[in-house]
Structures are given as C-alpha cells and as structure tokens.
T-cell receptor, first 118, second 116 residues
Framework: EAGVTQFPSHSVIEKGQTVTLRCDPI?????LYWYRRVMGKEIKFLLH????????ESGMPNNRFLAERTGGTYSTLKVQPAELEDSGVYFCASSQDRTSGGYTDTQYFGPGTRLTVL | AQTVTQSQPEMSVQEAETVTLSCTYDTSESNYYLFWYKQPPSRQMILVIR??????QNATENRFSVNFQKAAKSFSLKISDSQLGDTAMYFCAFSLLTGGGNKLTFGTGTQLKVEL
C-alpha cells in the first residue's frame, strides 16, 4: 500500500511568487490534514479535510493560503503571494475515519515539502 | 487550548543503553490521546506509540514504553536497548478524543542521537 506522498519535496521561490503544494493521501482515507513546521519550532496544524469538505481551518495563518481537496482525493495548498515567514516544512497526513467509540485512527504523514521563500 | 512541552531539545545515548524523553502537556479536557512520533533524518514521520488517557496501563511497543502520569500531565518515552536506527527527532503530540478525526498538537521535538 502506497503511503502519503507530497510534491514537490523542495521548493525555492522569491517573495511575492505563488507556490502550490500537493498531497496524495493513502487511498481510502477520508481525513486529510496539513501541518507546518517553521525552523526550530513546533509542528502546527493548518487545516483538516473530511473528504472534500473543510472540517477545521482554524490553523490557516491568513488569506494568502488556500487549500482544496478535489473530489475528496488529493489536496493542494496554494500560497499566494508568498512571504518570507512562510518558509518551513509543510506536512500532510491522512487517516481513516472511525467515529464509533470516539476512536482516533493513526495519522500517517508524508515526507513533507520544504518551502524556502527568498 | 492545549499545549505540549518538550524541554529537551537534544539528547544523546550510547548504543544498548536506555534513554527517557520527557513531555508535559496542558489541557482542561479529560478524554484525549497522547502520541510519540519519530522522524529519522530525511525520512517520513512515523508513529512510535500512543496512549489513551482513559487507560491507566502504560502503553508499550517492543523497546518503546511510556510513563503516563495523568495527574501530573506528563508523558515520557523510554527507549530501551537503544539502537543506531533510533537516531531521529522525536515529537510528543496530543489530540482530543472526539469523533471524526482530530488535529494533533505537537511539542517542539527532541533530537535524539544514538552513539556507538
């Protein structure tokens, strides 16, 4: 079974440019999450999809970030225009959705996309 | 809001020795999960071990075990018989116990180096 994949692995862009990150979750996983780790700091939650719907986007830093999940499959995270403080590693994770008994399924992480804004 | 604190940015241990990584958290909730994830160099983050807060018994996974102290809000990870492959960044994480998927709140991580 293929794991969570992310593309690109590394992106270097100039301030003001646009970048789109892609995440392909594990097949059949309804939950998809985006996280970000700024150098030396904790990994922070950005948003959570359940299928194609945004369940929680409380972690999105501002309206320069736009996330979509087409047809409940892969997801994209667009940053437009990019700023210096957007640099960091962007992680995607996915999990199955088992709500009975409040069971939380394991989140499987992708390798991350390292974004550098110059 | 929940917070997770890892007070040890870096640690080292000799191969075959035992090491304990500390984690404390703060929450007003009573039902939640706690996790330890590891991220080896240039590799994906993987789950090491998880603990449900309603369970009194400490979770174990082979050489990995936790010391969960709910009243103290402490969740330390013990690695026994350390191996070179255990070298990684270790993240402590928290999530609430609700249905429908749950976001993780992470600590800042502990870089563990296992030495010969």
């Amino acid at each position: 079974e293929a794991g969570v994949t992310q593309f690109p692995s590394h992106s270097v862009i100039e301030k003001g440019q646009t970048v789109t990150l892609r995440c392909d979750p594990i097949s059949g996983h309804d939950n998809l999450y985006w996280y970000r780790r700024v150098m030396g700091k904790e990994i922070k939650f950005l948003l959570h999809f359940v299928k194609e719907s945004k369940q929680d986007e409380s972690g999105m830093p501002n309206n320069r970030f736009l996330a979509e999940r087409t047809g409940g499959t892969y997801s994209t995270l667009k940053v437009q225009p990019a700023e210096l403080e957007d640099s960091g590693v962007y992680f995607c994770a996915s999990s199955q959705d088992r709500t009975s008994g409040g069971y939380t399924d394991t989140q499987y992480f992708g390798p991350g996309t390292r974004l550098t804004v110059l | 809001a929940q917070t997770v604190t890892q007070s040890q940015p870096e640690m080292s241990v000799q191969e075959a020795e035992t090491v304990t990584l500390s984690c404390t958290y703060d929450t007003s909730e009573s039902n939640y999960y706690l996790f330890w994830y590891k991220q080896p160099p240039s590799r994906q983050m993987i789950l090491v071990i998880r603990q449900e807060a309603y369970k009194q018994q400490n979770a174990t996974e082979n050489r990995f075990s936790v010391n969960f102290q709910k009243a103290a809000k402490s969740f330390s990870l013990k690695i026994s018989d350390s191996q070179l492959g255990d070298t990684a960044m270790y993240f402590c994480a928290f999530s609430l116990l609700t249905g429908g998927g749950n976001k993780l709140t992470f600590g800042t991580g502990t870089q563990l180096k296992v030495e010969l």
